[in-house]
């Protein structure tokens, strides 16, 4: 948050795995803005729902920014947040009716949420490193014996570099890279600019698949985006893909 200097607000909803039962819906919004010449503020809402699971979380970011040598961009920041998590086992397919979250009913329980990060811009290079659900925590729903549902530290890592084509064109390559304990995903990615205002992406997702994106951007103020994800492993002969659509104003 703060990086653009300026106030932005934008709304996402990700379909996932279409033709699956209960698969993933998340739909999220947020909205940033920078204070005076350093500080950047912000907050987000999100709710997902995956099979029995549902998840209402609220978050609110703080960062710095400052510059070395007037070239060197380097903004630092910290979130906090709660999750509120709800479960309804009553549509579950039960194999073994003595498990005791079918019999425990529909249960509701929070636990604290903390990110932190790291961004770092020079002329067309951009590096961001974070760390989401910083703190174990585990949220119990009162089963007995059972630990709840914990929330697992991941990192993020995050780079791009933009090449001018033309007067016109600009080319766009980065990463993303996600892991957890010993499991690493990647994004290679490849973004296509024209004028500014056209956004056409392609992009490799390791154990899943290939994804495309088109975003249209207008006046330097409105942005429509939509990216469709294709499974080409694991799940790719039952699910019709994953739907993604992005609104954003500046």
């Known amino acids: 948050v703060g990086m653009e200097k300026c106030t932005q607000i934008s709304a996402s909803h990700l379909n996932q795995w279409l033709r699956i039962e209960g698969a993933p819906a998340t739909s999220l919004f947020n909205a940033s803005t920078s204070i005076g010449k350093h500080f950047g503020a912000g907050g987000q809402l999100l709710i997902d729902k995956i099979g029995m699971l549902q998840q209402f979380s609220g978050m609110g ?103 001018p084509l033309s007067k016109t064109w600009d080319v766009q390559p980065s990463l993303l890279m996600k892991g957890i304990n010993n499991v690493m995903q990647v994004d290679i990615n490849s973004s296509f600019i024209y004028k500014k205002n056209l956004h056409l992406g392609l992009s490799y997702r390791t154990q899943v698949g290939l ?40």
Request: proline fraction near 3%.
């Open 61 to 163: 970011t703080i960062s710095y920014g400052f510059n070395i040598q007037t070239r060197h961009e380097i903004r630092i920041g910290a979130s906090i947040g709660y999750n509120q998590y709800r479960l309804n086992p009553s549509s579950a397919i039960v194999f073994d009716p003595l498990d005791p979250i079918v019999n425990g009913g529909n249960q509701s329980s929070g636990v604290i949420n903390t990110d932190i990060g790291f961004t770092y811009r020079f002329e067309q290079f951009e590096l961001g490193i974070s760390t989401k659900q910083l703190i174990h925590s585990f949220s119990n729903f009162g089963y007995t014996n059972l630990p709840g549902y914990g929330l697992k530290r991941h990192a993020v890592g995050y780079a791009a570099y933009t090449i």
């Open 211 to 250: 994804i495309g994106r088109i975003g249209i951007q207008l006046k330097d103020r409105f942005l429509f985006a939509y990216a469709y994800e294709a499974p080409m492993a694991n799940i790719a002969s039952y699910s019709a893909g994953s739907h993604e659509l992005i609104m954003s104003l500046r």
